[in-house]
Structures are given as structure tokens and as C-alpha cells.
């Protein structure tokens, strides 16, 4: 199975413990786009802007310093020695799909943070390539391709 260059070079540097390629071969803003969205309906309408920004701008920070996150720390963790990179199923990209799918907005949102949500639901609903990269039978990461970008993006 021929992967892409970045999934390949994911799934290696997981296998190897390399966090610096793991953190910089994450799309941060696709991977956590639908997390940020869904968390908004629990907010009061006053303070979804806010909240919603703050969100948007962490996944944006994230991705350009070189404090690992919790979520990387835990990948490698999982996927030291991993052993195998396939394709999903058609059941597993289906569920890697919904689960990274960026709902609709709650209202309070301004225009501008709206656009920002819908280039990254636009990006998403391009995501067809997905793949699971296992280090035994219970420790595995779902991960899709992120479009026009060298990076993946993660299912969590």
C-alpha cells in the first residue's frame, strides 16, 4: 500500500519516538476545528466569540511553537514501534469523517470568525484519504490527509 509522502513520514517518525516531525506533520487547525465548533453550543451566546476565537487561535499557535501538546506527547506514547500503516476500511473513514466533520456554527459568531470556520469545514468536507497506523492490537491513530497541504490531519 503506497501512502502519502506525509502520512508515511508521520507514521515513521511516530514509530521512532521523533516528536518534532510527529508535531510539525500535524495539521492543527483541520484536527481540531470540529472539537472547537461542538464545544460552542455548550457556551453562553455572550461569550461564543470570545470563545471561539481563543479556540481558533490555539490550534493556529500550536502548530508554530515547539511546546508539544498533550495530544503529541500521547501519540507517541501509543505509536512507539508501531508496526503497520493501511488504508481504512470503508466503515473506518466513514467514522474518521463524521467525527472530524465541522458542524454549523451556533449563532454569535461574527462574520469574520465564520469565514475563518468555513474555509476549515470547506478543507474537511475535501478529506477522503484516511489511514490507520497501529502499534498492536489496541494502540492505533486514524489519520486523513490534509488537502493541499504536506501535513495529516488527526482523528480523535
Known sequence: MSAPVAVARFAAAASAGDAATVHALIDYPLSGAARVVRALAGVDLADRERIARSGLGELQR????M?????VRHILEQ???????????DEETLEALRRVHVPASPAGLTSMTESRLELLRQDV???????????????RLTVATSP?????????
Open 79 to 89: 505509536l512507539a514501534g508501531s508496526t503497520s500503516l493501511r488504508h481504512a476500511t
Open 62 to 65: 500550536v502548530s508554530k511553537v
Open 125 to 139: 468536507a475535501r478529506l477522503t484519504n484516511v489511514y490507520v497506523i497501529s502499534a498492536g492490537e489496541h494502540k
Open 67 to 71: 511546546a508539544l501538546p498533550n495530544e
Open 148 to 156: 493541499a497541504r504536506e501535513q495529516v490531519v488527526l482523528i480523535l
